[in-house]
């Protein structure tokens, strides 16, 4: 099995020489090489024997020194193991690293950060300009005259391992304490007790180097980063990629769709470890039933055909970026993130998650304005499912027992959470024969809200926007239609928005302008009858351009009319045209769907939002959502109300023609399920 541990270490002195200050060579006792130093200190704190190097730069770097001790030491917080450095000024630092408190006995890598507070220190010391390191040793025992009691051996200054195998290997955690035990390395990054692996150094799997491999599995291990003086940002998990190597990691095992056998990664004191994932080039990254506990940042890969998180555990981690990654059945516990556990992002795969007792941050948090869904995630005992911290609208589209309900706004902005329920639909004659094309109109009924908004100032003939003053009801469709009530001549128009917004007011989108011309003038019936053989109507309405109900307007006679029927490729019936010089649908007339055909006025025009108004399909049938969240808490939660609804029915297109139907009833937790059954009329055309 081919692995290749690559010390991030530099070689300060391997102690094999009597070049330090102080030590008798012992070729007897020793952790790496051939040899150690050591000292005889009876009860009594020793000098600090210190070897002089070449003037070292130590910033971003850690200082790593093997020492053992065969008699008893002083405490910790008295410094019965020391830890030293100079810098060129001839200021010093000296670090307590273990004492008979915390000392197991044996050979012990310990590691300071140069840059840290020290526990004994002495002028200014200047980290770029390091010349001298040490050791020192307190015990409390006497012991004979000349007996050697205090060792030291090799002294590095480094960050970690980077570990690469064979593209065909498969290495473990006990494959890289053994190749970091061995003799010949000792790098003290890696140490292993009863069965736990220990790391007191950064991982990085893998590398960027061309044609270097990674090919890294292991299931049920426990690593724990130490409680060591090193820097905040040291320890950490990271996996590299290149063009031509194969780079796959992997933490537990599957089972189907589930993860099992996973690892348990954890930092055991203040300074935590970061998992970074999301390098290049790299093929399959797994993280298969493990927990990640008392981790720092952590950030997924994106989305790949071998890349999937399932079945793990993020408990007191800081906040998770799950880029597109394939995140399924996980738990985000208790984070120690003041935003959240987790950062949405547009591209998130995640799915079937619980987030539990999230109080010093959020389940989710959300940064860019936008709608979302949440599929299958849970929430319990958190301050705030959510934080939205921009100033935009965040719009979460949730279901179920225990979906997100409750919201932090930190940057001004505003969070609905919306409950999709189904709302199904047939429509068949009296012989029980489907009816296509039919036109459904849902609306909330009077108890609901009907005519409930008014129009903004600035609503102007030719403005593909329409501004309704202040907020609507969070439930509303975020794409769909507005009805309209001029006020001034009792007139109404209705116009289809394939957005909404509101900040203090509401603006509509509405759906991109379609423009054409007549190219002919009907002999019969010019005030209602379009015809235009360039138009393809047909084509129009199969791509939704145009719809029977959509206002559509005579640029030429500056008048308007409503769409009845889309009677063929070429020619559409409309209510009669008004408001402009002739009134009619005449050969060369310009028309244009999709803008506002009359300005309005503040206050006095009134507007309809209806839930859905839309045509049948081929099977008679038409099936959308509810965006539950105005009148209750989602269903499945406390709180919940139905909601009354009026139901119109109604179709005109092609032949026969039907009496209008309407219907009242309310849309529950299980959604709105009706069979309409409508009537031919006989007497029209």
Known sequence: MAITVTPLLNLIHACDAEDWSGGDLDTGVFKQGTGSLGESVSNTTSAVFTYTLSSTNFTGQHLYQWMLNTTRLDTKANGGLRMFMRSTNLATKTWY???????????????????????????????????????????????????????????????????????????????????????????????????????QGELIFGSTTA????????????????????????????????????????????????????????????????????GANTDKIQLYGSTFNNAGTISLPAAGADNEVLN???????????????????????????????????????????????????????????????????FSGNTYDVLNSIAGVVNINVSGVGAASTAENTGGGSTNFISSLDIDIAVQDTSG?????AQIYIQKSDAGKQWNYVSHSGNALNDTDFVVTGAIDSDLPSGGWIHVWDKSDNTKQNYRYSAWSTSTDTTFTLKGNVTGSATSTDGTSPETKLISTSSNFSTMKTAGTIEEGDTIYNS????????????DADNV????????????????????LHKLVKNYTITDDKVDIPLFNGQTDSNGEISTSYNYGEIGNPPGQGGYTSLPIRIRVRSNYGTPKYIPYNTSGSITGNGYTLTAVITEDDVAA
């Open 556 to 567: 030429t006679d500056l008048c308007w009319a409503v769409v009845d029927e889309i009677v």
């Open 312 to 378: 793990c555990n993020f408990d007191t981690c800081d906040q998770l970026n799950p880029s597109s990654c394939f995140v399924r059945n996980c738990n985000f516990i208790s984070t120690t993130d003041v935003d959240s556990s987790l950062l949405w992002n547009s591209s998130a795969d995640v799915e079937d998650c619980n987030f539990i007792a999230n109080t010093i941050g959020a389940g989710i948090e959300h940064d860019v304005a936008d709608t979302y869904t949440y599929s299958g995630l849970i």
């Open 573 to 592: 019936t409309t209510s009669p045209l008004q408001g402009g010089t002739n009134n009619e649908w005449q050969d060369g007339d310009g028309f244009s």
């Open 97 to 199: 690293v273990a004492g008979s408190d915390t000392y197991p006995g044996g050979w012990q890598c310990y590691v300071v950060d140069p840059s840290s507070s020290a526990d004994v220190e002495s002028g200014s010391f200047d980290i770029t300009q390091v010349d001298q390191v040490g050791v020192q040793f307190k015990t409390l025992q006497a012991i004979k005259a000349g007996l050697v009691t205090s060792y030291w051996d090799v002294v590095r200054y480094g960050t970690g391992l980077r570990i690469t195998s064979g593209s065909a290997d498969t290495i473990t955690f006990e494959d890289i304490f053994l190749d970091d035990d061995n003799v010949s390395n000792a790098y003290g990054i890696v140490s292993k007790v009863n069965g736990v692996y220990f790391s």
């Open 211 to 278: 044609g270097q491999h990674i090919s890294f599995t292991d299931t049920s291990q426990i690593v724990v980063f130490k409680d060591q003086p090193v820097n905040a940002s040291l320890y950490g998990i990271a996996v590299e990629g290149n063009d031509t190597g194969t780079s796959n990691f992997t933490l537990g095992a599957a089972a189907g769709s589930a993860g099992i056998s996973g690892c348990v990664i954890k930092s055991a004191g203040t300074k935590k470890y970061s998992l970074d994932l999301t």
């Open 433 to 437: 024969a489907s009816v296509a094309d």
